[in-house]
């Protein structure tokens, strides 16, 4: 069963900024999809299997060098 999460975000200043955080989400196994908009600035988040805590996402945004709020 899938589970969706949507974080709002910080520092996304570009389309660059966006695919480099899709890709680092999507690098994760246990993200199936991450769509990453510009505006409004957010992640949203799909995945299965063990659930992701919002902790665990903002851990992986912020290792890519952005922000939750």
Known sequence: ???T????L???KCDGCVR????????????ETATVTLDPPQAHIIFTGPALSRED???LIQKAGF???
């Open 57 to 59: 996402c903002a851990l």
């Open 1 to 3: 069963m899938s589970e």
């Open 10 to 12: 910080t520092g996304l």
């Open 67 to 69: 922000g939750t709020v």
């Open 20 to 31: 480099s955080l899709t890709r680092a989400l999507e690098a994760s196994p246990a993200i």
């Open 5 to 8: 999460l949507v974080l709002p």
